[in-house]
Every structure is written in structure tokens, then in C-alpha cells.
């Protein structure tokens, strides 16, 4: 089970596929895929179908699947989604922030707490990967402390070739 997490200025709740009806008008946004694969779900419904299968997890006893939805704790906006799956010792991590709440550290502040919880139970190695060209993931993950791999992977985004950084944080 996906634990909820705060923060100073966000509270992280667990993936729920009750949360599509608020959340369809962010992950809807074309610009949120610029560097990430997938697409804007076709409709709420959909959305909500995708939320109930990552909420239900991998189905594997030694993988967990955790997914939040990050909301300000002042106003309730939603601001961004982070990722974690879990493998111990180890972790990968992934987050997003919404276009209209980037460039305020949202993904720093509500990444830091899903590291600290990851820390807490066990994690020993946390991996984030993110494209190239997405220099504030990039930043985020160095000022977390995180440290790039030196090999590049060579990926491919809707047919266009890309690079993808690894990131590690070790404890």
C-alpha cells in the first residue's frame, strides 16, 4: 500500500482511479509528454482505468508499485505525479510536474519526501532516468543529491531519436 506523504507545501496522496475526474485536465496536456513516453488519455474514463491498474500494482510480491498525486496543501491545486517502484535495496523514481505549477520546486520538494520514504524503508540505491533535454528534471535530480552515470542511453521518443541520463543516489 502507497503510504501518503507531506510536505511544507504538499500533501502526496496515494494513485487512486477516483482521482481521473480531478486530474484529466492536467495529464490531457499535449505539453506534458514533450519528454516522456505515453499520450494524453483519450478520455476521463480511460484515465480513470489507467490510475485503477497502477493502483493495483504489479502483482509481483517483490515489486511495489507506488504513484501520488501531488496536490498544495494551501489551495488543493494539483501540481504533479511521482513514481516510485520498489525492488529492495533498491528503488527507481520518476517524477512530474504539470505545466501551469513549473519553475516553484515542486518536483524537488515532493521528490525529496518519496526519497526520504524510500530511504526509510530500505532503499539502498534510488535510480531516476530523464531525457536529455529536460534540463530542470536533470537539476532536480542533481540537487537531490542524485549522481549521472557516465554512459548516455540511447532511446527513441514517437520516432525521434533521444538520450536519456541516469541518475543514482547511493546510501
Known amino acids: 500500500m502507497t503510504p501518503p506523504l507531506a510536505t511544507a507545501r504538499l500533501v502526496l496522496e496515494p494513485l487512486a482511479a477516483d482521482h481521473a475526474p480531478i486530474a484529466y485536465g492536467s495529464f490531457a496536456d499535449e505539453a506534458l509528454y514533450r519528454y516522456m513516453t505515453g499520450s494524453p488519455p483519450a478520455d476521463e474514463r480511460a484515465l480513470h482505468d489507467h490510475f485503477a491498474r497502477l493502483a493495483a500494482g504489479s502483482g509481483r510480491a517483490n515489486e511495489r508499485w507506488l504513484n501520488w498525486l501531488a496536490f498544495r496543501s494551501d489551495d488543493r491545486s494539483l ?31 515532493g521528490a525529496g519526501a518519496v526519497v526520504e ?24 535530480a542533481v540537487a537531490l543529491g542524485f549522481v549521472e552515470d557516465p554512459d548516455p542511453i540511447a532511446e527513441q521518443l514517437r520516432g525521434e531519436a533521444t538520450v536519456d541520463r541516469v541518475y543514482r543516489l547511493r546510501r
Not at 97 to 103: E, G, K, L, V, Y
Not at 117 to 140: F, H, K, M, Y
Open 79 to 109: 501540481v504533479g505525479w511521482h513514481q516510485a517502484t520498489l525492488t529492495l535495496p533498491t528503488a527507481s523514481i520518476a517524477w512530474v510536474t504539470f505545466p501551469a505549477h513549473r519553475r516553484h520546486g515542486y518536483a524537488h520538494e
Open 117 to 140: 520514504w524510500l530511504l526509510g524503508v530500505g532503499a539502498r540505491e534510488i535510480v531516476a532516468q530523464s531525457d536529455e533535454r529536460n534540463a530542470a528534471s536533470r537539476r532536480t
